[in-house]
Every structure is written in C-alpha cells, then in structure tokens.
C-alpha cells in the first residue's frame, strides 16, 4: 500500500448515461481545425490534423459552471464532439465538449511561435457533459452551440475533415493512447467570444446535452 505525502488528488470524471458507474478521466487530447469552414475562419486550408493537450483536471463535468479565466480579455467557445476511450483502448462513447479558448494568448503564441498551454490547457478549460456508450448515434449529426438562446455555432459531425476513427488513427502515432482519455475532436466555424454571465447550451443530436453559465472570476 503506497503512503503518501499528502492525499492525490481525486480522479477527474464523467458521469454515463444510464449507468451508475463513472467514466475516469485520464488525460485530454484535443484536435485543431477538424472542421474545414472553421480552419478557413482562422486562416488555414486542409492539412494534417494536428494536436494540442489539455490537463485531465481541466475538466468540469455534472453541469459545473466555469470561471471566466484569469489573464484574457477574449475567451471563445469552441463546441466539440468528444471521443472516450473505453477499457479495451477503442471509442466506448462520446459527449459534447466545449473547447474554452484565451483567443488573445493563443494568436500571442501562434504569432510568437510558443506554446498554446496557457491559451487552451488552463484551469477549468473543458466543460464536457456526460457519456453515452455505443456507437455514435449518425454521423451526419446536427451539432450546434447558442450563446443566451442565439445560436453561434451550427454544423454537422459529417463536415469534419478527419472522421474520429482517423483522428485516433492519428493520436496513436504520436501518443499510446489509454483507457480513460478523451478526445476533443474539432469545432465548426462560429467561434467567438464569451462574457462572465453568458448561458452556454451546447448539443449534438443524440448525446446528452451540455449546458453552463461563465462565472465571474
Ligand atoms: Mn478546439
């Protein structure tokens, strides 16, 4: 039995529809521009899809209201299609994840050429909703964000340049991709920006939606 200096920090985690058991999170892959009107929108054309992280504790789960973060003027929405990794390493569910983003630090960096931690990998940078098992339900699904009752972001799963198969496909060259990681799979366009107060509703036909409310920092 392992001591410790003082007590881990718990497992970040999903809660499964229908299921009393919970999904452990372990760690956050995310994708950028998987959607090829949102990778024009910031400027690029098709290519490799390519990779950026989040901590697994960055997280917020069970309808838990996210601080707006500190160090930004401009933090955007980005709604996602969200990939489980299951037991046996394969896709075991999905959700609907909003990939919160310091836009500001983020052109910062890309202009720099450093780093995108503190632009997409801060504290509480992942509001995911719950899990639902099973294959995905269409995947010429409807997945939508609305920001106070207007919708921002309206598209379907099947505009993704890379399906998630081939996403993952691509994960695993790079990463040994586990049991317990999620993956972010990309945005359509509608990005924009989020203000303290702002009620987030995001959805994906099929899939336990997802909804918060930006706090204050
Ligand atoms: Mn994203």
Redesign the pocket.
Known sequence: MTEWLFPPAPTPSLPVAGRAERFPVRRIL?V?QNYAAHAREMGHDRAEPFFFSKPGDALVSDGADPVYPTATENLHH?V?LVCAIGQDGAIAGWAVGC?L?RRDLQAAAKDKGRPWDAAKGFDQSAPCGGLTLGTLPDPAAAIALMVNGQTRQSGRLDDMVWSPTEVLEKARTLWDVRPGDLI?T??PEGVGPLLPGDRVEAMIAGLSPLSFTVRPR
């Open positions: 995310c950028g980005e996602e990939d983003t972010f990309g945005t």
